[in-house]
Structures are given as C-alpha cells and as structure tokens.
C-alpha cells in the first residue's frame, strides 16, 4: 500500500473523536441518560476512546458498552460455516437511554440495521443516534450517521481500512483506502 491510500492520520483520527466528543455532548446537551454502545471489534475501542474524552470534557462517567452483531447479521451464511460469535458487554438498561450507537466505517447500512435489531434485547431506548469514524457511501439501506469523523467518497471495488492501535497492533491509528 503506497502512502497515497493513506487518508487519515492518528491525529486526524484523534481530532476527529475528539470532535465527535464535543458534538455528541453539544447535541445531547451533555450527559445526562446517555450511554456509549460501541459495535465489535473497532467501534468498541472508538467508543471506549470517545467515553474516554466525553469524561475528561465533562467530568461525568458515561456507561459504555460493546455489542456484538453476528448472530443478527443478514449475510450470516455467507460469512463462515461457523461464524464466531463474540461477547456482548451491556451491563446496564437501555431502557429511556440516549444510546450513541459506534462504529469505524459506515458503508451500505446493514451492519447498523444489525446492530439496531440486537439492541432492542436490551431494552427500549429513548432515542438512538449514530457515531461513525469514516462514512463511505454507497448505502442500501435509509440510514445515516448523526456524527460523522470524516466523508470519504470511495468506489464500490475499494476497501476503507480503519487501523487502530488496540485493535491491530499498529503502532500509530491511520485509515487507509485500499483498492
């Protein structure tokens, strides 16, 4: 991969949770009933990073959680024989919640309709708003992110690769396009 794919930074990414932080606080008119719920595997560290700065902006602890979408995903057959499922991690009622749904890289919707279907059995949230890293387009389903770090318009051949260091073990996050 030539550094030309390369099309965010780890500063980029830093400032752009950090944004998302403000926003998601600006909008919710700070903290009060709201919960991180981050989607496996990269969104739960984007959630546990933008919790991170939530509580240094607001001195307030956000509860966070982690959601594994596997057995609600549409395209489970096409996936493996034998998809491996993950721990979910929501140790507290959704239930009247202003739930920030988590993910690194917004593409065609169905991972986000997943990951509604599979909320909703940990109760019924007062309202749920969408934080992305990267939004890609090309979407299948009518659904957009509230919070968005960064529009990256890309063809429908290409990859969009969200790096983290947790994660991948890189030694600095970068987003990359790859063909």
Not at 7 to 32: C, F, P, Q, W, Y
Not at 89 to 99: A, T, W
Request: charged content about 30%; glycine content about 6%; hydrophobic content about 45%.
């Amino acid at each position: 991969m030539s550094p030309a794919g390369k099309i965010m930074s780890h500063d980029d990414v830093r400032r752009a949770l950090t944004r998302i932080a403000h926003e998601i606080l600006e909008k919710n008119k700070g903290v009060e009933d709201l919960c991180l719920i981050g989607i496996r595997t990269r969104g739960a560290f984007l959630a546990q990073r933008i919790k991170d700065r939530i509580q240094t902006i607001e001195a307030a602890d956000v509860p966070t959680g982690i959601l594994d979408i596997t057995l609600y995903r549409d395209d489970l057959t096409l996936v493996a024989e034998q998809p491996v499922v993950h721990e979910t991690r929501i140790d507290f009622d959704l239930s009247g919640k202003r739930v920030i749904l988590i993910d690194d890289v917004l593409f065609t919707g169905r991972t986000i309709r997943a990951a509604l279907d599979a909320m909703m059995d940990f109760g019924r949230p007062a309202s749920i708003q969408l934080a992305v890293l990267i939004d890609r387009g090309h979407r299948e389903l009518p659904i957009r992110a509230d919070f968005v770090g960064k529009n990256i318009p890309t063809a429908l051949r290409q990859s969009v690769a969200v790096r983290l260091t947790e994660a991948d073990g890189v030694a600095e996050d970068e987003v990359v396009i790859e063909s």
